[in-house]
């Protein structure tokens, strides 16, 4: 099997990748061009663009190609459809581009036990805004509590606003960063989790349950957003593996930290501050969502980063 084939099967354990990249020609001046790729989802390139421009454009889609790079050349191109177009505009899909983001993840070896853990997802709960709108309703329901029907409609609604606030500040909570490698190796895989959205960052995006249809909103600047209703996305990215030894800590202050020895024992250490050996700690277990799915016998660290990172690394040398 050569690499790119098994790109396919690294790519997200049991997943796929969903960010491809094809070329563009665009002419003419319309509000934006949407790719459809029919029941994996679409691309909305956004406007708007101006009249006797000639633009060639590479633009992130959604499709599925579950076997990798070499599957890629056999799924058909999506369909170009302008928007808000002038009389002369026209747009036209040439190919998919040669140069694929993905193929970063690829050159950083395999993945082979970095899998991509479930996100805990933030309870919601009540801030300024949600007490200010039921005070407000309270108000009213004491003036109109003579009055079933005005009564009922003005709590139902109350209800409703502040439960939709408070699960607006959930959702945006519930996006998480992932820093994982494998001791020895030079780089990390960097995971953000978003649920239903997120920002594009990275070659590669999965979502989870895979087959998920995504709509991508895309500038051509080359920043956008994924959506995906329901499900949860994930975007990846290489980065530099933490230098991270039990003898010394240098990467940066860590708090709080946890490690596994290969028996299976966790324990939990006090901060880890730069460049200082670690400490003994004490019995403890790291968040369920960071200690399921690790391979047994080999020693696991997890921390957090005073940036709100977590990290985890498997093989640690516990001592």
Known sequence: MSALALLGLLVLAGQENRLWQLE?????????????????????????????EDRSLSVPVPVRAPLGREELALVPLPRAELLGAGPDASATVV??????????LLAAGPRAGLSLPPAPRARP???LPELLAALLAGAFLLR??????????????????????????????????????????????????GEG???????????SPAGSPIRIEWEARGRGRARSAGGSLFALATTASPALRPERNG????????????????RRHEAWELGAALGSGRDGSPPGWLAGALP????????RTSRGAWLRCLGFPVR
């Open 296 to 303: 047994p016998g080999r020693g696991i660290l997890v921390a």
């Open 197 to 207: 959205e997120l920002e594009l960052g990275g070659p590669g995006l999965e979502v």
């Open 125 to 127: 709960t009540a801030g």
């Open 144 to 193: 109109l509590r003579a009055r079933l029907l005005p009564t009922c409609l003005v709590a139902v609604a109350s209800a409703a606003l502040v439960l939709g606030l408070a699960r607006a500040r959930g959702e945006g909570a519930d996006v998480v960063t992932l820093v994982q490698w494998r001791e020895g190796s030079a780089t990390a895989l960097s995971i953000r989790r």
């Open 95 to 104: 190919a998919w581009s040669a140069r694929q983001p993905v193929d970063e």
């Open 24 to 52: 563009l020609e665009l002419r003419g001046a319309c509000e934006a061009v949407r790719l459809d790729c029919g029941p994996d989802g679409e691309t909305l390139l956004v406007g708007p663009f101006g009249p006797g």
């Open 251 to 266: 990467a940066e202050r860590l708090e709080p930290v946890w490690t596994r020895t290969p028996e299976g024992r966790w």
